[in-house]
């Protein structure tokens, strides 16, 4: 069984930063991409960014320039460094095991950015 843990979200001021981690276990994770997603109120899940097993990256519009992610496949972990954070950057924010097909979710860590 595959599982993943959040950690990192919180409150923070619009302007600022945030990084997210996602511990994952099992041998499965350096051969797969991951992906953070992010839900708000009402609206569906959307990928935020993805990273391949060979560390290519691929961001939404709506973060380009300002989320990063990276991976260490020896610690097997998966980030996602926010900066310049907006207000409708506020969502739940998931780990996912895949890229635009997910095989498996974390449980999410919430994010709210104020105004």
């Known amino acids: 069984q595959v599982q993943m843990v959040e950690s990192g979200g919180g409150l923070v001021q619009a302007g600022g930063s945030l990084r997210l981690s996602c511990a994952a276990s099992?041998?499965?994770?350096?051969?797969?991409?991951m992906s953070w997603y992010r839900q708000s109120p009402g609206k569906q899940r959307e990928l935020v960014a993805s990273?391949?097993?060979?560390?290519?990256?691929n961001y939404s519009d709506a973060v380009k320039g300002r989320f990063a992610i990276s991976r260490d496949n020896a610690r097997n972990t998966v980030a996602l460094q926010m900066n310049s954070l907006k207000p409708e950057d506020t969502a739940v924010y998931y780990c996912?095991?895949?890229?635009?097909?997910?095989?498996?979710w974390g449980l999410g860590t919430q994010v709210t950015v104020s105004s």
């Open positions: 990273i391949t097993a060979g560390s290519t990256t």
């Open positions: 099992g041998s499965f994770f350096r051969y797969n991409t």
């Open positions: 996912a095991l895949g890229g635009s097909t997910v095989r498996s």
